[in-house]
């Protein structure tokens, strides 16, 4: 799931907050897989080099992975 709304990102150079509420909710929910975890990677440096803008307001940020 997590992939393919980042996937969905990568293609409109937008990050929905529909579809940052979901990763939001998976990743609280711990169901990630080790794909999930690597795409939110890039999902979070594209974001952070501005290939990709969030629609959420600036102060909320990404989740953190650890």
Known sequence: MI???VQSA?????????????????VTLKSCKR????????????VHQGK???EAHAKAQLPVLH
């Open 3 to 5: 992939s393919t709304l």
């Open 52 to 54: 990709i803008r969030r």
């Open 10 to 26: 990568f293609q409109t150079g937008s990050l929905s907050v529909e579809s940052e509420g979901l990763i939001r909710q998976i």
């Open 35 to 46: 794909s999930d975890i690597e795409a939110l990677q890039k999902l979070y440096d594209a």
